[in-house]
């Protein structure tokens, strides 16, 4: 079992991922500005550390006696704090993993990364896979496609805007999907040095998907389609008043234009294919 440090352990994905390490046998250690947000979340289960991403002393600090770095490191809306925070911050964890000698670091990116250059939270994790690659430490980066738990987040007021004709399947993934893969590529040596498309057991398109959501939790929900030009106005319009909102319309206007890209084959061949449809997800909410 490995000794891990875990930072953006608390997000979504991330604390699915905590919790199937820590029931793996895997001894964690968090590295969080919010002790109590991790204590709540997970209390005595793991062992938790107060710090910066941003400064190295503590990021130093807190790799001391690791032998893994987990990091599924996120930020508030804004290209600004995307580029400082998940950037920077993991550009900061890469060098004291380096400074430590650590055996291996897990990434948490997106599938198609390289093509969401409109779409910065996403885009960013690409420079990050690039840069932990010519880094010279052992990695297992992960590609996950969209997780099932976004799409109750694109409701505003009991209503969802659709941009375009969202025409484009998608595989919806389950965070517990996920984080078995995660936990299981420690038990890999193919894993060391590889990337892997992680998605989920069924393509349907997003129209497709808030049905099943309308149907199964929000009977009352409005989904609506807008023209693309409008997208991009309101867009622009709510850049520097509501970056949230403008950032969620960012991202179905690329929804509407890039093709899920990735090949799970190696992935399920390695640990297992996904269980977790998004109809039993909702229907367990």
Known sequence: MARILAVGGTGTVGSAVVRQLITDGHQLRLFTRNPDNAVAKFGDKIEVFRGDVMNPRNVEDALFDMEVAFSSLSSPPGKKSINEIEYGGNLTLLESCKHQRIKRFLYVSVLNSEYFAGYPRFFVK???????????????IFRPTIFMDSLPKLIRKGKVTLYGKQSNPIHFLSTSDFAKV????????????????????EAITLDDALGVLKRCRRPNLK?????????????????SSKSEVAETIALLLEFDVTLEKGDPSLTQALFGEPTVRLNNWLLEL
């Open 182 to 201: 995660v936990s299981a590529s420690l038990n890999h040596k193919d894993s060391v040095n590889a990337t892997f498309d992680v998605l989920g057991p």
């Open 126 to 140: 690409y420079r990050v896979e690039e840069e932990l690659k010519m880094s010279g430490l052992p990695y297992t």
């Open 223 to 239: 989904i609506e389609h807008s023209s693309p030009l409008l997208g991009k106005a309101l867009r622009y319009v709510y850049s």
